[in-house]
C-alpha cells in the first residue's frame, strides 16, 4: 500500500492529468473526490495531516482555483472545502488515470484473481475502518487483539 501511494505515483499522476498541480495535493483531491465537500479537519483526519498543514495545502488549492471555502449548511460556523468545476475535471482525470493503472498492474491476472484481490482489500478497508472509528472512542488496543 505503501508503494502504491507513493510520492512519485502522485507525481507521475500529476504530471500526467493537470501538470500545474502539485503532487502532495493528488491525495486530497481524490479523498476529496471521493468524499465530497468535507471539512478541513475531516480530509485532515482522513490523510492523517494536521490541521495547519491541512489548512495551507487547502489555501494552496484555492489559490489554484481547484477548490473552494464554502459555509456548512449544517452548522454555518464551519466551512467546507468544495471543488470547483476545474477541480472536479483534475478529480476525475486523477481517478481516471489511477484506474488505468490500476488495470495496467492487472492486465495479466486472471479473474479469479483480481476477485479474490477485490475481496481481501475491501476487507482490509473495512477492517479499517471499523480500528479507525475504535481508536477514536479509545478503544483500538482491545479491537487489535480480537482475531478477523
Known amino acids: 500500500m505503501r508503494r502504491a501511494s507513493h510520492d512519485d505515483t502522485y507525481a507521475y499522476l500529476a504530471t500526467h492529468t493537470t501538470p500545474t498541480l502539485h503532487h502532495s495535493d493528488v491525495p486530497i483531491l481524490v479523498t476529496l473526490g471521493c468524499l465530497g465537500p468535507s471539512r478541513p479537519g475531516i480530509l485532515a483526519g482522513e490523510l492523517s495531516m494536521s490541521p495547519s498543514h491541512m489548512s495551507k495545502?487547502?489555501?494552496?488549492?484555492?489559490?489554484?482555483?481547484?477548490?473552494?471555502?464554502?459555509?456548512?449548511?449544517?452548522?454555518?460556523?464551519?466551512?467546507?472545502v468544495v471543488p470547483t468545476s476545474a477541480g472536479e475535471g483534475a478529480i476525475n482525470a486523477l481517478l481516471?488515470?489511477?484506474?488505468?493503472?490500476?488495470?495496467?498492474?492487472?492486465?495479466?491476472?486472471?479473474?479469479?484473481?483480481?476477485a479474490q484481490?477485490?475481496?481481501?482489500?475491501?476487507?482490509?478497508?473495512?477492517?479499517?475502518?471499523?480500528?479507525?472509528?475504535?481508536?477514536?472512542a479509545g478503544d483500538g488496543a482491545r479491537l487489535a487483539s480480537r482475531s478477523p
Open 57 to 80: 495545502v487547502i489555501t494552496r488549492l484555492v489559490r489554484t482555483g481547484l477548490v473552494r471555502r464554502s459555509t456548512d449548511p449544517c452548522d454555518a460556523r464551519a466551512t467546507l
Open 96 to 114: 481516471g488515470a489511477a484506474r488505468n493503472i490500476i488495470n495496467e498492474i492487472l492486465a495479466a491476472w486472471t479473474c479469479k484473481d483480481v
Open 117 to 136: 484481490l477485490t475481496e481481501l482489500v475491501s476487507r482490509l478497508a473495512d477492517r479499517s475502518d471499523t480500528y479507525r472509528i475504535a481508536c477514536r
